[in-house]
């Protein structure tokens, strides 16, 4: 808009910046240029254009206040408009692309003009029917402008087709190529059905709902059906329809019945656990991240409406984020190799020890340098010449008593304090010589200051390495999550999501509702260091925040950045979504490769906790330990991850090696005297011994008379390990007392259960507990504090009975 002759561009840029600290978006449009200097700065010209002046104005504004356009590029560089290694023509592509998107999702673009063609955007009427973005045709090709064209790639044209969708203007999932376009009779005519039902139900109760239900899951399907009655689209109401099969598949795994309460179904961590679930979907390529999120937002549509019906106003539950949608699926959630994982372990074990050594080291003050002040005229005048680095290092340290200070805090400070007049004389360095910005010089110094959140994100990232939690488990963890010691299995744990309770007191869930990570030693050990290093980094920070405020107990908190969230506490369980950008500032995780390859390596929380399984598969972790640690209701679904993961890979490699193994060790015997009595083999007692599960046999070919009677024993090695306790040959050493100690654990847990001790396997039972006690009590032949060392070892050992090939 014009503006008056008598209207100081000066004020107009004051005022542009005011008013873009209280709306960023402001800050979009402003347009980059490089031919300043290598780095992207302001266009003074186009800003003064943007400001409603002549062109010309913007030479003044270059020579006259320069110190506003780099105040100006601070801001844009906290936004995210401004990184390291991109053109500043590339910049002003990228970000009128995200100003589009926010006007777009906000409903101030029209979604009418926006044309699509084979499931793609038309790019050149995107250029001509939106001028005002200045758009170009080749913004989308890689070869003239990497960066943009992939932003295009990954973040503009897949948001724009989910709006799209949203609006009804086109659904971009739904889309099938010609080739492919055959649809399934069964699966329309489930679907209308689901419409018919939906647009026929009048519920305003949940026992309402309930009184309707005939058979297993008929709840959730009312309850999904109710939610889809305001919709015209007929693959919106699909949306809905598959939503709600999958969720009936995850509670059929978890042992539900479908006949319970659909309160007693659902609950405040559904849509964590059906997110994890959908989560493995993606993984295996069952299910694109896209599809993912879109059910996942219908779950959100469907609790909400639960919760306006009577009899659930108290219902609430987690929402939680959607699904990252740029890149290959498959690279998203496939394994990192053995090599890649220590690479980035020992990665970001340089960096938590490179921020822990920055916020824990003493901060030295300068001894060289002097003032930038002169004295003319019993004035103090800023003299340019001095206004060097070393110098305001020294005036920051013994003028100012190492306090920093911004813009921000010299409004309304007399025009020459210390304060102003070193921010003049920072001003005076940066147009003559210096290249950093303010914070990048209290960074270079040490400067001490509070964590910021992007600081935390190697600690979370090892956390997910280490333990293969998703990323919003993580991100909510709070300072008590860690349990060295669980009251009811003495084993470490993270327990994450805490309930309040009426009396609004933080709880600690039952252990049966709680969502726990079990941990081993290592992994405890490991979990342990990096939580306290965490709590030790953000305690003066914590002791800022209300008691009442619900961040003050999250682990994951640090000071936010820039002109927003300056001084400002933030936490990583609300920004979970900026860890990927977090990662891409940090160049040493940025520009992580395989030495012997040259091959980069790109850090994605997506894939930690597959690599944990694999992990666990190379080490021969049992399957059990695998479903727990996923968290699968059935042992079913964690077998057909890790086939369709292609893990099984590495079983059959093991067992390869093992045939061959025993081929090569095979004894094949010749002229065989069948007449021969074993006894007449000489081993003597003490030669070899034959290590077995319950201690160590010394002469595994001559096993008591007991065993050489009974009818399972075929003449050769005793293989009747469940009796080795009772054998005279047992040869128990201090070693094997954790495992006996778990195993009288285990016996004793089973003799416990009614039922199994009223079966014959209960004389079993007690007669191996009896056992066990002979030898690890009172009477027993070790010392106690040996005793009491296994004992305590022991709950970090998981025994399993198994009684007709079942485990108790």
């Not at 005002?132 to 990954?154: C, E, I, N, W």
């Not at 498959?330 to 690479?343: C, F, G, M, V, W």
């Not at 050489?708 to 128990?732: H, M, P, Q, R, T």
Request: charged share 25%.
């Amino acid at each position: 808009m014009p503006r008056s002759q008598n209207f100081s561009y000066v004020a107009a840029v004051e005022n542009f910046i005011s008013s873009a600290r209280k709306n960023t978006e402001l800050l979009y449009p402003t347009k980059l240029t490089g031919q300043v200097s290598e780095a992207a700065v302001v266009a003074a010209s186009p800003l003064a254009k943007q400001l409603g002046f002549k062109v010309g104005i913007g030479h003044k504004i270059a020579e006259n206040l320069p110190e506003k356009l780099i105040e100006i590029r601070e801001m844009m560089c906290s936004e995210g408009l401004i990184k390291d290694g991109v053109s500043a023509t590339e910049l002003n592509f990228i970000n009128q692309m995200k100003l589009f998107l926010k006007r777009l999702e906000r409903g101030e673009e029209s979604c009418e003009k926006i044309q699509v063609f084979g499931n793609s955007l038309r790019l050149k009427m995107l250029v001509s029917d939106f001028p005002q973005y200045r758009f170009k045709l080749g913004m989308s090709v890689p070869g003239r402008y990497k960066h943009a064209a992939d932003f295009y790639r990954t973040e503009f044209s897949p948001r724009i087709l989910e709006v799209l969708k949203a609006e009804g203007t086109h659904d971009h999932t739904s889309y099938v190529p010609v080739s492919e376009r055959e649809t399934s009779r069964r699966g329309e005519s489930i679907l209308g059905a689901f419409i018919e039902l939906s647009r026929g139900l009048e519920i305003d109760s949940v026992s309402g709902l309930e009184a309707l239900c005939k058979q297993s899951f008929d709840s959730l399907n009312y309850i999904f059906a109710l939610s889809a009655k305001t919709t015209s689209s007929k693959s919106t109401a699909g949306n809905f329809l598959t939503s709600c099969q999958y969720l009936t598949k995850l509670l059929g795994s978890e042992g539900y019945s479908g006949n319970e309460s659909l309160l007693a179904m659902v609950n405040k961590y559904t849509p964590s656990k059906f997110r994890s679930h959908l989560q493995d979907l993606v993984a295996i390529g069952e299910m694109s991240p896209s599809y993912a999120s879109t059910l996942l937002s219908a779950l959100h549509v469907s609790l909400d409406r639960l919760a306006e019906l009577k009899g659930a106003h108290d219902f609430t539950y987690i929402r939680v984020n959607g699904f990252d949608t740029k890149g290959r699926t498959t690279d998203a959630y496939k394994p990192y190799p053995s090599a890649h994982r220590k690479l980035i372990a020992d990665a970001l074990d340089r960096e938590i020890s490179a921020i822990w050594e920055r916020h824990t080291k003493p901060y030295p003050k300068a001894k060289d340098g002097q003032s930038f002040l002169l004295e003319k005229n019993v004035i103090s005048v800023i003299s340019s010449e001095l206004c060097t680095e070393e110098n305001l290092r020294w005036f920051f340290d013994h003028e100012l008593d190492s306090k920093k200070i911004t813009f921000i805090d010299i409004k309304g400070l007399e025009g020459e304090s210390k304060e102003a007049q070193f921010y003049r004389a920072y001003n005076y360095y940066r147009i003559t010589s210096g290249s950093k910005l303010l914070e990048e010089l209290y960074e270079s110094w040490g400067v001490p200051r509070a964590p910021y959140l992007k600081e935390l994100a190697p600690f979370y990232l090892r956390l997910m390495q280490i333990t293969g939690m998703n990323p919003e488990s993580a991100a909510s963890l709070e300072i008590d999550s860690f349990e060295p010691n669980h009251p009811a299995t003495f084993k470490p744990c993270l327990r994450y999501w805490k309930e309040r309770s009426l009396g609004a007191k933080e709880m600690h869930l039952d252990i049966f509702d709680a969502e726990i990570t079990w941990l081993s030693k290592s992994q405890a050990y490991q979990v342990s260091s990096l939580v306290q290093r965490v709590k030790d980094l953000t305690q003066n920070l914590r002791n800022k925040i209300p008691d009442e405020d619900p961040r003050k107990t999250l682990l994951f908190i640090g000071e936010g950045r820039g002109s927003v969230g300056r001084g400002k506490v933030m936490s990583l369980a609300s920004n979970t979504s900026r860890v990927s950008s977090m990662i891409s500032e940090d160049k040493h995780l940025k520009e992580l490769s395989d030495p012997e390859t040259g091959e980069q390596i790109i850090i994605t929380t997506t894939r930690f906790r597959a690599s944990l399984v694999s992990e666990l598969v190379e080490a021969g972790v049992s399957i059990r330990e695998i479903q727990l640690m996923l968290g699968h209701g059935s042992i079913t679904t964690t077998v057909g991850y890790l086939d369709r993961m292609d893990f099984n890979s590495h079983a059959r490699a093991k067992i390869k090696g093992k045939l061959e193994q025993i081929y090569q060790n095979a004894l094949i015997a010749t002229d065989r005297d069948d007449s021969r009595e074993l006894s007449e083999i000489n081993v003597q007692r003490g030669e070899v011994i034959y290590k077995t599960p319950l201690g160590g046999c010394a002469n595994i070919f001559n096993p008591p008379d007991f065993i050489k009677n009974s009818k399972s024993y075929d003449g050769g090695a005793c293989s009747n390990f469940n009796k080795c306790l009772s054998c005279e040959n047992v040869i128990i050493t201090r070693s094997h007392l954790p495992d006996l100690f778990a195993l009288l654990r285990d016996y004793n847990a089973a003799w416990g259960h009614g039922a199994i001790a009223r079966t014959p396997h209960g004389e079993v039972i007690r007669e191996n507990i009896s056992i066990l006690e002979s030898i690890l009590g009172k009477d027993s032949e070790f010392d106690q504090g040996e005793l009491e060392e296994a004992e305590r070892l022991s709950r970090y050992i998981d025994s399993t009975i198994l009684i007709d090939g079942v485990a108790l």
